[in-house]
């Protein structure tokens, strides 16, 4: 027993101590008077030094009062006569000085705060910004943000924000950036006298709040006494000045409207996170939530990654006998064209960046040299101007002129993650080549273009603020201290990714065409990087966005494995899956990894994936509604039989319609239908990109290639700048009958009194459409529908397809009107829109279409399809007189009847129904 004593005792004596810092909340009473606050402060210094504090915190505004205007004729510059008289106080007590000072500069007034050594050195200055203008007049001028609000001292990383700066989200996002390891923080918290001590709470509460945000303790210093002059004055300066652990944990509070000096010993979380490697997506130590370097090769080497570890290496050791790729390189589907003019476009800077981080992980995992010079190879080619002259593809070069853009934030990503991975192989000259070599392909092109270009995408919310900003955090990350701009990098991205999170809608949606979801890698890295960066392992909020997004995109995936494929894209794109499995890997959702079983088999970012590895997650079949309505941006409906693939025989997808969404085509209502895992009622996608000023006349990007009706050929009204958008009218869901929803597509057309779309899915595989459509006057109407091979005519409207032994039996019908017209044709690009913008002939692929034509100023036209597999016998449908219908299939008889007020389908013990207009 003693000698389990003496080992337990030696252990803890072998374990690092937790740092601490001793800190003086100095809750001063602030007059009116510069001389008499001097005096107080002097008198906390003193009682601070005998109590043996290492530093001393005060109040907001100290000298003059908050919101007292005579501190526009009364502060000085910083440095100046104020802060000279502090710096003596500090260096006569021995202790670092914070304490919120007026700052004048030439006309402006800044409400500031300073640290000050204690052998008296100004050591950092941050001006607020937000400052309440309407509480004094002039109002103070307002700070630029927290990018330089850090300084590393003896006791570590130390921050500084001013009072309302906390409320501030961008503020404390830009500061939590820099990984302070303290943050100090002076308040003016007032109220009126009755909401006291109340109020306190509320101080508390931030106090707590920004804590949490930025990872590190806080301490908030607030006043006593009362505001002096302006709206406020005669409220009360409360004091309960708090200060919190990095949990948000109340450490201490003081006195309620007191004066009070008293000394906290504050526990540092330190920065071993920011000094060890590697530390991102893996941690050289273990820490709760994350993956270890050990447990990683655990996993890979002899466990149950084994397999794709060592495809893998096969690719590493192949690649090693290879020459660096360059912008010339024929790689993956590039095409010939590309390579030849050696644009750096997304396929050769993609797939080299690949190579880089394949090697780079080899060589951490196997601690062999051999793989990190393979990754050196690649690298050193990237960063030489003479191999890769421009980071940046061409067509992007011409149209902005930027120093970086999407591929700047590739490489710079994808190579600091691989600093950070080769760390502990490479020599010191090696290190310093890959920083400066970043520094100036990177670092110092994207600085200068923020600051002398104000690039549009610095702030945009779409994927070029994710890949470039996003990139950028993420090499700061990876660099660390071994960059004085890698904190900046981290600062500027982070408050901008949280803000582009803003983008998803409330149940996940995105708000770009679902096939551009795959973008979504570049915040899912972002922000699991940073759970590694700061040391925390418990899924932060920013995941949980993402994983409502992941839900989102399980909905829009159909077997065998595409994603509805509404917008640009094409029509095979394969399911969203990589930001999947960094959800998974970080809350452990049991849905996501089954989706991930069913249709992750091939990742489109294996290193990612391995590392994201979900194999320790047992999979659970979704227990969640086979129907949703999804009405956020572009607004997606999803129905479908089953969500087990192996009894799947139908999804049907439908889209609102919204022509502000990014990368979205003019089709407002249309549908998609897939059957036994084959295409049937098809989106065309976008493969080619034209000229964006010519892509109207491309059948893929106006009305021609979209499953809708449209009027004499008139363009739809689809302009990213309107705000009128397509509504969802109506939905109905239930898992035994079926799906049912109705959308509102009259704002999206010209010259078109109503015009509303309303589908049924019956269960299990029959879909129901009724286009309902009122015009001022009669004109040509057209009805199309765009199937997966060309439709075999029959009587009454009837038609069908077969596609690999799926049989899709369609109708359509003018409601009332014989004199409707079906035809069938094929698309075909006409000269001279029949290149892509970089002057490639585009292929003709020649994507059948059928039509129904009339011309009229009001109609119904009903459009009928039942899926048949491979078992069932074929059939057709029949007319059963006026408006209604019926087909044989192996469930039974399906009838469907349109009403004056109702669109019904029935079939055995299934009824769905939906009400149509007047």
């Given at each position: 027993m003693r000698l389990w004593i003496f080992a337990a005792l030696l252990l803890a004596s072998l374990a690092p101590a937790q740092r601490t810092v001793r800190v003086a909340l100095c809750q001063i009473e602030v007059a009116a008077d510069p001389e008499t606050n001097l005096e107080r402060i002097a008198a906390a210094l003193q009682q601070a030094h005998t109590e043996h504090a290492d530093l001393a915190c005060f109040p907001e505004a100290c000298l003059f009062?908050?919101?007292?205007?005579?501190?526009?004729?009364?502060?000085?510059?910083?440095?100046g006569r104020f802060t000279d008289r502090l710096s003596a106080l500090a260096k006569q007590h021995g202790l670092m000085v914070c304490c919120g000072l007026a700052e004048k500069d030439g006309e402006q007034l800044h409400n500031s705060v300073v640290l000050i050594d204690s052998d008296g050195a100004l050591l950092l200055k941050h001006r607020k910004c937000n400052v309440l203008e309407e509480l004094m007049q002039p109002p103070y001028a307002k700070g630029t943000g927290a990018l330089d609000a850090t300084v590393d001292t003896r006791f570590g990383r130390l921050g500084l924000l001013i009072c309302a700066d906390t409320f501030d989200d961008r503020v404390v996002a830009e500061l939590a950036a820099q990984a302070p390891d303290l943050v100090l923080v002076p308040y003016g918290w007032a109220a009126p006298a009755d909401a006291w001590p109340h109020h306190g709470d509320s101080l508390q509460a931030w106090v707590a709040h920004t804590a949490r945000r930025c990872a590190a303790p806080v301490v908030g210093v607030d006043s006593v006494g009362s505001i002096h002059a302006g709206p406020w004055q005669g409220q009360v300066l409360g004091g309960q000045s708090p200060a919190c652990d990095a949990r948000g944990e109340l450490l201490a509070r003081l006195a309620d409207r007191t004066a009070e000096t008293r000394v906290v010993e504050v526990p540092l979380p330190g920065r071993a996170a920011r000094e060890q490697r590697p530390h991102l997506l893996l941690t050289r130590d273990e820490v709760p939530g994350l993956t270890s370097l050990a447990a990683f090769r655990e996993r890979v080497l002899d466990g149950p990654l084994r397999a794709p570890w060592q495809d893998l290496l096969a690719e590493v050791e192949r690649e090693a006998t290879l020459p660096p790729y360059t912008p010339f390189s024929q790689v993956g589907t590039r095409s010939e064209a590309d390579a030849a003019r050696g644009d750096r476009d997304w396929i050769v800077v993609h797939s080299t960046g690949r190579r880089i981080l394949r090697a780079a992980l080899a060589a951490l995992v196997t601690d062999e040299r051999r793989h990190a010079e393979a990754a050196l190879h690649q690298i050193d080619a990237v960063l030489s101007r003479e191999t890769w002259h421009e980071w940046q593809t061409e067509a992007h070069l011409q149209a902005y002129d930027f120093e970086a853009d999407l591929r700047t934030g590739m490489f710079a990503a994808d190579l600091g993650l691989a600093y950070d991975w080769l760390?502990?192989?490479?020599?010191?000259?090696?290190?310093?080549?890959?920083?400066?070599?970043?520094?100036?392909?990177?670092?110092?092109?994207?600085?200068?273009?923020v600051r002398n270009q104000s690039p549009w995408w610095f702030d945009a919310r779409n994927n070029w603020l994710t890949v470039i900003v996003g990139g950028l955090g993420v090499c700061g990350m990876a660099l660390g201290d071994d960059h004085p701009d890698a904190a900046r990098l981290v600062a500027m991205a982070l408050p901008r990714m949280r803000d582009y999170l803003s983008i998803y809608g409330p149940d996940g949606e995105f708000n770009e065409s679902p096939p551009y979801a795959n973008s979504s890698i570049k915040p899912a890295l972002f922000f699991d990087a940073l759970r590694y960066h700061r040391g925390d392992g418990s899924p932060s909020p920013e995941i949980a966005t993402l994983q409502r997004h992941c839900h989102w995109l399980m909905y829009l995936t159909t077997p065998p494995g595409r994603t509805a494929g509404f917008g640009d894209g094409h029509p095979d794109y394969p399911p969203v899956t990589g930001p999947m499995r960094a959800v998974v890997a970080a809350t452990g959702d049991a849905t996501l990894a089954w989706h991930l079983r069913q249709y992750g088999a091939e990742p489109k970012f294996p290193v990612l994936d391995l590392l994201w590895t979900t194999d320790r997650v047992t999979p659970q079949l979704p227990a969640t509604p086979l129907a949703r309505a999804f009405p956020a941006h572009s607004g997606i409906v999803s129905s479908r039989d089953a969500w087990d693939p192996t009894h799947h025989t139908c999804t049907v997808f439908g889209i609102v319609g919204n022509p502000s969404i990014n990368h979205s085509h003019p089709d407002p209502g249309a549908?998609?239908?897939?059957?036994?895992?084959?295409?049937?009622?098809?989106?065309?996608?976008s493969v080619p990109y034209p000229e964006w000023s010519q892509r109207p006349h491309y059948y893929h990007f106006n009305q021609d290639g979209q499953n809708i009706v449209t009027f004499a050929s008139r363009p739809l009204a689809w302009d990213k700048r309107s705000k009128a958008r397509a509504r969802l009218l109506d939905t109905e869901f239930d898992d035994r009958h079926g799906a049912a929803w109705s959308v509102e597509t009259t704002p999206l057309y010209r010259d078109v009194t109503s015009l509303r779309r309303?589908?049924?899915?019956?269960?299990?595989r029959i879909i129901a459409v009724c286009d309902e459509i009122e015009l001022p006057e009669a004109d040509s109407i057209r009805l199309r529908w765009h199937l997966c091979d060309a439709p075999v005519l029959e009587d009454g409207g009837s038609f069908h397809i077969e596609v690999d032994g799926v049989r899709l039996a369609g109708?359509?019908?003018?409601?009332?009107?014989?004199?409707?017209?079906?035809?069938?044709?094929?698309?075909?690009?006409?000269?001279?829109?029949?290149?892509?913008?970089?002057?490639?002939?585009?292929?003709?692929?020649?994507?059948?279409?059928?039509?129904?034509?009339?011309?009229?100023?009001?109609?119904?036209?009903?459009?009928?399809?039942?899926i048949q597999g491979p078992d069932d016998e074929p059939a057709i449908w029949q007319s059963g007189g006026a408006d209604s219908w019926s087909i044989a299939t192996a469930q039974g008889e399906v009838t469907v009847t349109v009403t004056s007020s109702a669109l019904h389908v029935s079939?055995?013990?299934?009824?769905?129904s939906i009400a149509l207009g007047d």
């Open positions: 009062g908050w919101t007292n205007p005579a501190a526009h004729a009364g502060a000085t510059p910083i440095p760390h502990p192989l490479l020599t010191g000259d090696e290190r310093r080549r890959i920083v400066d070599g970043l520094d100036a392909r990177a670092i110092q092109p994207y600085l200068r273009t549908l998609i239908v897939d059957g036994f895992g084959q295409r049937l009622v098809t989106d065309l996608g309303s589908v049924v899915h019956l269960l299990p109708l359509v019908s003018a409601l009332g009107d014989p004199a409707a017209s079906i035809t069938t044709g094929r698309h075909r690009y006409a000269p001279p829109y029949d290149h892509s913008r970089t002057g490639v002939p585009l292929p003709q692929l020649r994507e059948p279409y059928l039509d129904l034509t009339l011309d009229a100023a009001r109609a119904r036209l009903i459009t009928l399809f039942a079939g055995g013990s299934r009824v769905r």
